[in-house]
């Protein structure tokens, strides 16, 4: 292994063995699963040619898609910030009955196909399913429109800000509220002065977890979306359709765009926090 | 803040009084939220799914998973797990021991690749390999020159369910592993263990719930994936049909009652995966370090 260890400078040497091998499987798999196959995208995509890349990304249908799907998983997201907050709130710090039943209950989206959570979404939001019936009368309709695809959003997105707050809010030291308390702030003063701030970051990190979710998501969606052209029709779903018209290089183009400002915006977000880090300390 | 200098007050009394912070009406309140907003995208659309199954009654039920085409499905969606999940236990676990027992430049870098699927659009996931095996595809023309068939096969399913399932393994054992350190490992090979016996009797007991624990999370993800293999699978009845697929053709042809039948199986494997999950949070929580934020 000393030969080993000699070859490999970029790494401290150590007794263990294996480290050769175990890197090897990793880099070959990751590299032929991953890293090739979306390299091979880039290039599709790339492939096109500046006009017809212009003419695929600036088309109206195009950008209406990309638009649905990022404004919605932007509401959902911020949906389940609010929600998973007062959520993961409710599960820390209070005792009820089939408290920890609901505890387990919010990883359902996590374990539950997307398929089944779409029929069943479309189901009950359609205008003549259990909730749907409810808003039908006000003409509201939910399913089959980009309400319904804000519905499925939302609830795949769901454990991520419940997940992520929890454990913050479980680890918070109780003596800062009491010292507020003691000096005199109101509950909603402390909550929003010494409560909140540290939660923050976590709450961003949920919030962005939930967002990069939704953007992509495809299977809750598209039976409850309804699926109309430039009104409700989510970008994946473009993809998929570009792909069936044997249009390679469209599919491409709409699936890097997707990928592309979905990255920037993850690591902006990811910038925005390290900085905060930075600047008020490690919370 | 250190605990010398907090008042002597029994913990589980701060606790209590600080949990009092919010009046009765608020918190009750608050928790009246917290139940409608998860009955209304939670409890409801599970509960339909069981609801709906058994709409048209036991026989149908039973008849609509018992057809050649549903059993085609299962057992194509079994055969798909059986052969991905074992691909990403190995994987994870190489992946695992290389960044948790090792110091090397472009760790982090590493583990952020290992992580990218979970930031691809599942449909994405898919997309990707009909660009590289598809019939217009950059191997195409020579797979099919040489008559092998991977898009609209059993072999597309497969890459297309390791890729979208690619970080479960791995993202639970790595802070497990790293958590558990090397000392172990040092102890039984200076003892005169060899590597694969330090591996099989020191390694592996030591990690073994947090990897039970990514592989249910795997195995869910790879038996309800829907997006990664709509697109690679051509949804032809009995050969390349999936469960997920099959429900999504049964609920287009307006055969609802059957298409729940379908997928009331898979929100029982959702649910045994859920029982099994938080019974390993509550009984090896310490050692599963990525419960809370996978």
Known sequence: ?283 | MSDATAPFVPAASVRRSSARGESVGVRIALIAVSLVFLLLFLALPLASVFVEAGAKGWEAYRAAITEPDAQAAIRLTLLVAAIAVPFNIVVGIAAAWAIAKFEFRGKNLLISLIDLPFSVSPVISGLVFVLLFGAQGYFGPWLQAHDIKIIFALPALILATIFVTFPFVARELIPHMQSLGTADEEAALTLGASPWRVFFRVTLPNVKWSLFYGVLLCNARAMGEFGAVAVVSGKIRGLTNTMPLHIEILYNEYMGAAAFAVASLLAGLALVTLVLKTFLEWRFGDEIAASRRH
């Open chain 1, 1 to 283: 292994m000393t030969t080993a260890a000699k070859s490999f400078r970029w790494r401290e040497p150590s007794i263990l063995p294996g480290f050769g091998l175990a890197l090897g499987i990793t880099l070959t798999a990751l590299s032929l699963i991953v890293l090739i196959p979306l390299a091979g995208l880039f290039l599709k995509a790339a492939s096109a040619g500046p006009a017809d890349i212009w003419a695929v990304a600036t088309s109206p249908r195009t950008l209406a898609a990309l638009k649905l799907s990022f404004m919605g998983a932007l509401i959902a997201a911020l949906v389940n910030a609010v929600f998973g907050l007062i959520l993961a709130w409710v599960l820390v710090r209070y005792e009820f009955p089939g408290r920890r039943l609901i505890d387990a209950a919010v990883d359902l989206p996590f374990a539950l196909p997307t398929a089944v959570a779409g029929i069943s979404l479309a189901a009950i939001y359609a205008p003549n399913g259990i909730i749907g019936s409810l808003f039908a009368p006000f003409g509201i309709k939910i399913a089959y429109t980009p309400l319904g695809v804000m519905v499925a959003l939302i609830f795949i997105g769901l454990p991520f800000v419940v997940r992520t707050v929890q454990p913050v809010l479980e680890e918070l030291q109780s003596d800062v509220e009491e010292a507020a308390a003691l000096l005199g702030a109101s509950r909603i003063r402390t909550i929003f002065k010494v409560i909140l701030p540290p939660v923050l970051p976590a709450l961003m990190t949920g919030f962005v977890l939930a967002f990069a979710r939704a953007v992509g998501e495809y299977g809750s969606v598209i039976f409850i979306a309804g699926n109309v052209p430039m009104v409700s029709e989510i970008a994946p779903l473009l993809i998929v359709i570009r792909l069936e018209q044997f249009d390679y290089a469209g599919a491409a183009v709409v699936a890097t765009m997707m990928l592309v400002i979905s990255f920037a915006l993850i690591l902006s977000v990811n910038l925005i926090q390290a900085h905060a880090r930075r600047r008020f300390g490690d919370v």
